[in-house]
C-alpha cells in the first residue's frame, strides 16, 4: 500500500517540481552568484533519483560536486530549497570555523511541542542550541573518556568471546553494530544489554527500538518525503519520523532511571547521569550554575581544548536553559540513535580495509603487539599507538560516516575577495565525501594510505571533516574514535580478519539515502592468530 502512494506521490512531486522550476530555473543567475547550469529535465532526473532511491547517497553527493567543477562554490536548484554548495576548502573552514557566528545553525526542523525528541543538541538553533553545547561540553572530557574505557574494553571482549564460537563467515556490520548498541546502552543509560545475543534470535525491546530508528522501511520513507517536500503541511498534522512507540518508549526509560535513582540514591556514571547531575545543579543553583560551568570550562586538560573553545557565553540569555526530562530523552536517544549507526558505519569500513590491505592489517598487529609486550591494555595504551590513529582516521577519510553537512544562514555573509554575498535564510551544503575523496586535496583518494596522517597537521585545513569542524562539531567525536580503536585492538590481537567469499565482488553500496551499506554485506572470516 504505502510503495503504491509513495510511487503516486513521487509521480505528483515530479509534476509539481516541473511547474515549480521552470520558473525559477535563473534564480542563481538574477542575484549574480556563480551556479550550476541546469535544465528542467535534469531536476527531474535528479527528483526522480531521490524519490524512487536509484542511486547511494555517496553517488547523489559525488554527482553535485562534480556539478560545480572548476567553481569554489555555486548555487544549485535544490530538491526543496534552492543551496549553496561549498567545494573549496578555505570558504569551508571559514564557514565552519572562522565565520561561524554567520552559520551557526542547522536547517532541521524542530518541534519541541509535536515532537520532543528533535529538541536535542543537534537540531537546536541560535542561543538555546548554545546553551545546551555549553551545558554539555565537560561530558566527554578525557577524563570522562578514561572512565569510559573498561566499559568499552569489556564489551569488545564480549564480541572477541562471541566470535569464538563461530565457526562460519560472519556479517560484519551485524556484529559490530551489536558492539555499538552495547558500548552506548552502557555509557548512556548504565545498562548492560549484551546485544550481539540479538544475532542468535535472543529478543531485546531495546535493541529493538534501536535498530528502528535506522529501518528505513517504506512507510518511513513516504513520511520522509512528506517532511521534506511539505514541511509546514506535515507539521500541522504532526507527522514525524520517528514513531510513537519509539518515543514511547525512549520517554519511559529515561523516566523510569531518573525514578530509581531517586528512589534509591543510586548514581551511575553515565551520559544520563551527567545530565542528571547537570539539571540539579540549575535547580540547586539557578543563576549562579553559569558561574559554576565557567569554573568548569577554564579547569581542564589541554586534550580537551577543542570541547571549549568558541563557546562564547558572554551574550546574554545565552545560559538561560532549563534542562527538562524531555531534554535529558532527546540527547540521550540522539547519543544512540547517532552515535551507533555513524560508529558501526566506521567499524564495517575498517574491517573492509583492513581484510583488503593485509600489509597495513600485519602492521597494526606488530603495533600492537608491541605496545602490549610490557603491560595492559589501557586508555593511556590505546592513545599512544600511532599507527592505529593513522588507520582510523584514513578510514574516516575514504569512508566518512556522514557525507554531508548542512548550515543555515543566520545573518547575510559577503564571501571575503568577491561580490557575492550569501543571504540570510540560504542553506549551506558541504559535501564532505567529495571533498575527502578529491584528489586535489588527497592524492590517489581511492587508495587506503594511513601515511597519509603521520602529521595530521600537514592535512589542509577544511579538508578533513568526519565529524565536522568548530563549534558545532560531533561532541562526541572522542569517544567515537575511541570506540573504534578498542574495538580493532581486541580483535587483531585474536584474529586475522580476512574478506569472505560471501561478500559480493565489486563492493558496491545500497541505494540508501540515509545509511551507508554494502550490497550483500561485508562477510568477514575471523582466523584465530597464532602468535610464537
Known sequence: MYILITALLGALILLLFYIKTSQKLHYWRDRNFPYAKTTVFQLLRKTSIFVFRLKSIDAVVKDMYDSGEGLKYFGQIGLHKNEIVLRDP??????????????????????????????????????????????????????????????????????????????????????????????????????KVDAHKYLDGEKSEFVDMSLRFFQMTNRRFFKFIMITFFERFSKAVGITLTEDDVKAFFFALVKDIIAHRKDTGRKSNDFLQLMINIKEQDEKHGAKAGEIKKEILTNHEEDDKELFENLDTGKKGTLHFEMTDAHLAANTFIFISGGSETTATALTFALLELSCNTAVQLKLQDEIDSALIDQELSFATVNSMTYLNQVVLEVLRKHPPISLMNRHCVQDYHIPGTDHVIRKGDEIVIPTSSIQNDPENFPDPEVFNPDRFQDPDSIRKGTFLPFGMGPRFCIAMRFAILSVKVLLVKLLIAYNIKMSSKTKMPIRMKTEFFTKQIDGGLWIDFEPRNKI
Open 90 to 191: 578555505d570558504i569551508v573552514y571559514k564557514v565552519m570555523i572562522k565565520d561561524f557566528s554567520y552559520f551557526m545553525d542547522r536547517p532541521f526542523p524542530v518541534d519541541e511541542k509535536n515532537d520532543p525528541l528533535s529538541a536535542h543538541l543537534f537540531g537546536l538553533k541560535g542561543d538555546r542550541w548554545r546553551a545546551l553545547r555549553y551545558k554539555l561540553a565537560p561530558t566527554f572530557t578525557t577524563g570522562k573518556l578514561r572512565t569510559m574505557f573498561k566499559q568499552l574494553a569489556e564489551s569488545s571482549d564480549a564480541i572477541v568471546d562471541y566470535i569464538s564460537h563461530k565457526r562460519e563467515s560472519l556479517d560484519a556490520k551485524q556484529l559490530v553494530y551489536s558492539y555499538t548498541l552495547d558500548i552506548i546502552a552502557s555509557v548512556a543509560f548504565g545498562m
